[in-house]
């Protein structure tokens, strides 16, 4: 391990300010499961670390009428275990939480930080995305916001430029009649990594009967998770029906692009994502059931 400079700022203008002069050699420790065993094991020697975990107004996670904001630094510890997010609309984010790593994992690691890492497999971005959250990001004197479906560029790749910093994520309210769910199929039910994720978010009319809207996001089985968009719109319009569900179950399978690796074949990826969009949907639609 080489030696790196370290600061420690206690307001975002100065967290931004020192990153982007620290150019490419700069590296961000929110939570710190990833960056520490990267230095550890050199995989990473950054030049400069900044450490966020003293800017306490990063640390926040807020549920309101028209929707709900989550800080950079909001643990997944603490969306796994919030009562408030567990029992609102979006307690798929509280599941997936849940799904994620060790409970020492997820008592350091970020939310924020699960999406800037762009792992095909990550746990938080499949149902962050069928949500239609969007990052807050911050630069040295600009400020855009980009929908987690668009940030993605590839594993470990995003759109964000040097020294500009995600300070959180805002979702928009769901719809009456919507109800969302998470899927993670793993040897362990946490601890290890996805071989399939699935998060689906369905609209439907008052009784249930047909679907208004859909959005189906696959993680673990493409370069970064992904919409199953041709499986959407087989849903959207459609009567609720077994037939439609397993049509689209299908379409989801079709559009997935799986590899092989250590985990799993990309033939058995491709025949678990058919099995668990199918798993998805019904959840979701349950969850839609028990709050009309």
Request: hydrophobic share 40%; with cysteine; aromatic share 4%.
């Amino acid at each position: 391990m080489k030696d790196f400079e370290y600061f420690r700022p206690k307001t975002i203008d100065e967290a931004v300010s020192l990153y982007k002069e620290g150019g490419k050699g700069a590296r961000l420790l929110a939570g710190g499961t990833e960056l520490v065993n990267e230095i550890r094991f050199g995989k990473s020697q950054p030049d400069l670390v900044v450490d966020l975990k003293h800017i306490r107004e990063l640390d926040f996670m807020h549920l309101k009428p028209e929707g709900m904001n989550i800080g950079a630094l909001y643990r997944v510890g603490d969306a796994e275990h919030s009562k408030l997010l567990l029992e609102s609309r979006y307690n798929a984010i509280s599941h997936a939480a849940g799904t994620l790593g060790s409970p020492q994992v997820r008592n350091k690691a970020t939310i924020v930080g699960n999406v800037c890492r762009a792992s095909p497999s990550a746990d938080l971005i499949p149902p962050l995305m069928v949500l239609g959250a969007v990052a807050r990001i911050v630069g040295d004197g600009t400020e855009r916001s980009v929908p987690v479906e668009d940030m993605l560029v590839g594993p470990g790749r995003t759109v964000l430029d040097t020294g500009e910093i995600v300070t959180e994520l805002e979702i928009s309210n769901m719809p009456d009649y919507s109800g969302c769910s998470y899927y993670k199929l793993s040897p362990r039910k946490s601890l290890d990594l996805a071989v399939v994720g699935v998060a689906v978010m369905v609209r439907t009319d008052p009784r249930v009967s047909r679907c208004i809207d859909a959005r189906i996001v696959l993680g673990a089985v493409a370069p970064t998770a992904m919409r199953a968009k041709r499986a959407e719109s087989i849903l959207a319009g459609a009567h609720l029906s077994e037939h439609a569900i397993e049509e689209a179950a299908k379409a989801a399978a079709e559009e997935s692009k799986p590899v092989d690796d250590v985990r799993a074949s990309a033939w058995y990826r491709k025949r678990m994502v058919e099995v668990i969009v199918r798993r998805t949907i019904d959840l979701a639609l349950e969850q839609v059931k028990t709050r009309r």
